[in-house]
């Protein structure tokens, strides 16, 4: 790649005009009009949630548009198609785990199991007809900024190929939990049982119910209790002959959400009876009353004023997280009451929501069931024939899944280079640092969706990823705009937000000592997983940017800060074509209220 040196543009303040000892000069106007937009390539990477969206959201706001999103798995939805594990499902609202403009009602739990999540994706993809922009088994495996020409040079690879790509504009969608591996223990290449981690379980053309039916005579042992784990113990207990769940810590569960009160006045369910259901499986007649859009909007929308205002709970010692942390306690002591050895090592010693909050249905009954064992005891290692603790117990088993997580350490499996040949990954050495979680200093044009920084200790995930691909789509519209070779945030600006960062989490329970990815795996440091402050905060944060925040340079030579201006008039002025009064479509028009004495 070239240096850096630019021929045109210079990120150095230059003068405002072309003046001449102090008398204006005329420059020559540019020859197209104000909003004869020039051509602009934008590539994404990932096909989840965001990547989904940049799919609708680019094509709908930006014109002249070349879009082109990769994915390196084989079908849509990142995480939802990727993951097939036992039990997988939506640990948050179904009806709230979706965009805003779409209305999904039917469905079939309160906790939405994968394949419904991930088909939901799927028809969002062909209503939009976005697979004419995807393209699936494509991995990006190393892209670079050009700054001679202001663009990334991506290489790609597929089945076939490798070859390379270039872009405008880089948008990265892809999530921090994706890359996985086995374990570290000893052993466990000699293990001849069935073994798999939970993020690489695939049962090929069945479902994970109909390979479980080979599974009803095994003993199957589970490694871990993060959300996956209480999910797979959750799901395999009544279908296997035994279960052996490896617990190395703690960890808190609430009640389901489903038994919310705010649920059950609204669905008209009796406290006992939602109780007794901890997925919130629907009934036929409730997905059929989801049918009326104006209640489906209206549960949606009280579900999700409710879970917006539990923000509290992450502040240290405030009433709410202390009333929270009573409620988990008793719920989990009083659903353990027939195993308080088990109890009292797996309710924690730390705060609440310290590590993630989940509401595991299903897991506290499984785990106490006659056919399932608990084992706190370490585990040592792995024989031929099952698993040996550190007090000394071998436990015989057909099958294991580790459950063990990601790699959330935000060094990333290839190479992003920036200006002057940096490297993300020694750029985010020893932690990871961003400008709003949107950007980083030295890598124009480059704007990220799920980065660090970006997920929730409370409140609702979505809107907050539909207000960064906005983020996007609005600095690309000011590019195209505006005629910009490239816009980067400020070095002050990343300082900024590094500042906030550090001086927020220490009142939060985020800083207590616990395991956690949002720490970069450890029991403490800095907090990397997530936004500082709540999920309302990260709109406000996201839907108005700071353009006042970067450094931009100009595709063209003219020494005119308003050279986007062009020649005067507008495309339908130019070509008499198209409508020359559209400020009087109601899309334009802002009716202001009137008064009401």
Same mark, same amino acid.
């Given at each position: 790649?070239?240096?850096?040196?630019?021929?045109?543009?210079?990120?150095?303040?230059v003068?405002?005009?072309?003046?001449?000892?102090?008398?204006?000069?005329?420059?020559k106007?540019?020859?197209?009009?104000i909003?004869?937009?020039?051509?602009?390539?934008?590539?994404v990477i990932g096909?989840?949630?965001?990547?989904?969206?940049?799919?609708?959201?680019?094509p709908?706001?930006?014109?002249?548009?070349?879009?082109t999103?990769?994915?390196?798995?084989?079908?849509?939805?990142?995480?939802?198609?990727?993951?097939?594990?036992?039990?997988?499902?939506?640990?948050?609202?179904?009806?709230c785990?979706?965009?805003?403009?779409?209305?999904?009602?039917?469905?079939?739990?309160?906790?939405a199991?994968?394949?419904?999540?991930?088909?939901n994706?799927?028809?969002?993809v062909?209503?939009?007809?976005?697979?004419r922009?995807?393209?699936?088994?494509?991995?990006m495996?190393?892209?670079?900024?050009?700054?001679p020409?202001?663009?990334?040079h991506?290489?790609?690879?597929?089945?076939?190929?490798?070859?390379?790509?270039?872009?405008?504009?880089?948008v990265?969608a892809?999530?921090?939990?994706?890359?996985?591996?086995?374990?570290?223990?000893?052993?466990?290449?000699?293990?001849k049982?069935?073994?798999?981690?939970?993020?690489?379980?695939?049962?090929?053309?069945?479902?994970w119910?109909?390979?479980?039916e080979?599974w009803?005579?095994?003993?199957?042992?589970?490694?871990?209790?993060?959300?996956?784990?209480?999910?797979?113990?959750?799901?395999?207990?009544?279908?296997?002959?035994?279960?052996?769940?490896?617990?190395?810590?703690?960890?808190?569960?609430?009640?389901?959400?489903?038994?919310?009160?705010v649920?059950s006045?609204?669905?008209g369910?009796?406290?006992?009876? @939602?109780?007794?259901?901890?997925?919130? !499986?629907?009934?036929?007649? *409730?997905? %059929?009353?989801?049918?009326? /859009? $104006?209640f489906?909007?209206?549960?949606?929308?009280a579900?999700?004023?409710?879970?917006?205002?539990?923000?509290s709970?992450?502040?240290?010692?405030s009433?709410?997280?202390?009333?929270?942390?009573e409620?988990?306690?008793?719920?989990?002591?009083t659903?353990?009451?027939?195993?308080?050895?088990?109890?009292?090592?797996?309710i924690?010693?730390?705060?609440?929501?310290?590590?993630?909050?989940?509401?595991g249905?299903?897991?506290?009954?499984?785990?106490?069931?006659?056919?399932?064992?608990?084992? @706190?005891?370490?585990?040592?290692?792995? !024989?031929?024939?099952?698993? *040996?603790t %550190?007090?000394?117990?071998? /436990? $015989?088993?057909?099958?294991?899944?580790c459950?063990?997580?990601?790699?959330?350490?935000?060094?990333?499996?290839?190479?992003?280079?920036g200006?002057?040949?940096?490297?993300?990954?020694?750029?985010?050495?020893?932690?990871?640092?961003?400008?709003?979680?949107?950007?980083?200093?030295?890598?124009?044009?480059?704007?990220?969706?799920?980065?660090p920084?970006?997920?929730?200790?409370?409140?609702?995930?979505?809107?907050?990823?539909e207000?960064?691909?906005?983020?996007?789509?609005?600095?690309?519209?000011?590019?195209?705009r505006?005629?910009l070779?490239?816009?980067e945030?400020k070095? %002050?600006?990343?300082?900024?937000?590094d500042?906030?960062?550090?001086?927020y989490?220490?009142?939060?329970v985020f800083?207590?000592k616990?395991?956690?990815?949002?720490?970069?795996?450890k029991?403490?440091g800095?907090?990397?997983?997530?936004?500082?402050?709540?999920?309302l905060?990260?709109?406000?944060a996201?839907?108005?940017?700071?353009?006042?925040?970067y450094n931009?340079?100009?595709?063209n030579?003219?020494?005119?800060?308003?050279?986007?201006?062009?020649?005067?008039?507008?495309?339908?002025?130019?070509t008499?074509?198209?409508?020359?009064?559209?400020?009087?479509?109601?899309?334009?028009?802002?009716?202001?209220?009137?008064?009401v004495?």
């Amino acid at each position: 790649m070239p240096d850096g040196s630019s021929s045109k543009g210079s990120r150095a303040e230059v003068p405002a005009d072309n003046s001449e000892q102090g008398v204006p000069q005329p420059f020559k106007l540019g020859d197209f009009a104000i909003d004869e937009y020039r051509p602009i390539k934008v590539i994404v990477i990932g096909a989840g949630y965001s990547g989904i969206l940049a799919g609708i959201r680019f094509p709908q706001k930006i014109s002249n548009l070349d879009l082109t999103i990769y994915e390196q798995g084989a079908g849509v939805g990142g995480t939802w198609y990727n993951n097939k594990f036992p039990g997988i499902a939506c640990d948050v609202p179904a009806h709230c785990y979706q965009y805003s403009f779409e209305d999904k009602g039917d469905w079939s739990s309160f906790c939405a199991p994968g394949h419904e999540i991930q088909q939901n994706l799927q028809d969002i993809v062909d209503r939009y007809k976005l697979m004419r922009y995807i393209r699936l088994k494509h991995e990006m495996i190393h892209a670079a900024y050009d700054e001679p020409t202001g663009k990334w040079h991506l290489r790609i690879c597929n089945p076939e190929r490798e070859f390379e790509d270039t872009a405008d504009v880089l948008v990265t969608a892809f999530g921090v939990l994706t890359r996985w591996k086995l374990p570290d223990i000893e052993g466990i290449e000699s293990y001849k049982g069935e073994l798999h981690h939970t993020a690489g379980y695939d049962p090929g053309e069945r479902t994970w119910m109909e390979a479980a039916e080979e599974w009803k005579d095994k003993r199957v042992g589970v490694i871990g209790v993060g959300a996956t784990a209480l999910q797979v113990v959750s799901a395999l207990q009544p279908r296997v002959a035994k279960i052996v769940n490896y617990v190395r810590g703690q960890t808190w569960l609430s009640p389901a959400f489903a038994n919310n009160p705010v649920v059950s006045k609204m669905l008209g369910r009796s406290p006992e009876a @939602s109780a007794k259901d901890e997925l919130g !499986t629907f009934s036929p007649e *409730e997905i %059929e009353r989801f049918k009326d /859009k $104006e209640f489906y909007r209206e549960f949606r929308r009280a579900l999700e004023n409710e879970i917006n205002s539990m923000h509290s709970y992450t502040q240290t010692g405030s009433e709410l997280q202390i009333a929270l942390e009573e409620l988990c306690r008793t719920h989990m002591a009083t659903k353990l009451a027939q195993r308080p050895d088990i109890a009292e090592r797996l309710i924690p010693k730390f705060p609440i929501s310290c590590r993630r909050l989940t509401f595991g249905p299903g897991y506290l009954d499984a785990v106490i069931a006659d056919n399932a064992e608990y084992i @706190s005891s370490p585990v040592k290692r792995f !024989t031929e024939t099952g698993i *040996e603790t %550190e007090d000394g117990e071998h /436990k $015989e088993l057909d099958l294991v899944f580790c459950a063990t997580g990601y790699d959330a350490s935000w060094q990333l499996p290839f190479k992003i280079i920036g200006r002057s040949g940096v490297d993300l990954n020694e750029k985010w050495k020893p932690h990871p640092t961003s400008y709003l979680t949107m950007c980083v200093d030295g890598f124009p044009n480059m704007f990220m969706c799920s980065g660090p920084n970006s997920f929730l200790g409370a409140g609702m995930l979505m809107p907050v990823i539909e207000h960064a691909v906005s983020y996007a789509v609005q600095a690309t519209a000011k590019m195209q705009r505006e005629r910009l070779k490239s816009m980067e945030v400020k070095p %002050e600006a990343v300082k900024a937000f590094d500042e906030y960062i550090d001086s927020y989490f220490p009142k939060t329970v985020f800083s207590a000592k616990c395991r956690s990815w949002y720490k970069l795996d450890k029991e403490e440091g800095r907090v990397v997983g997530l936004w500082p402050g709540s999920g309302l905060h990260a709109l406000r944060a996201l839907r108005h940017p700071r353009w006042e925040d970067y450094n931009y340079e100009r595709e063209n030579d003219e020494n005119n800060l308003l050279y986007w201006l062009g020649d005067g008039q507008t495309w339908n002025e130019k070509t008499l074509t198209g409508d020359r009064a559209w400020y009087l479509s109601e899309e334009f028009i802002d009716r202001p209220p009137i008064p009401v004495d």
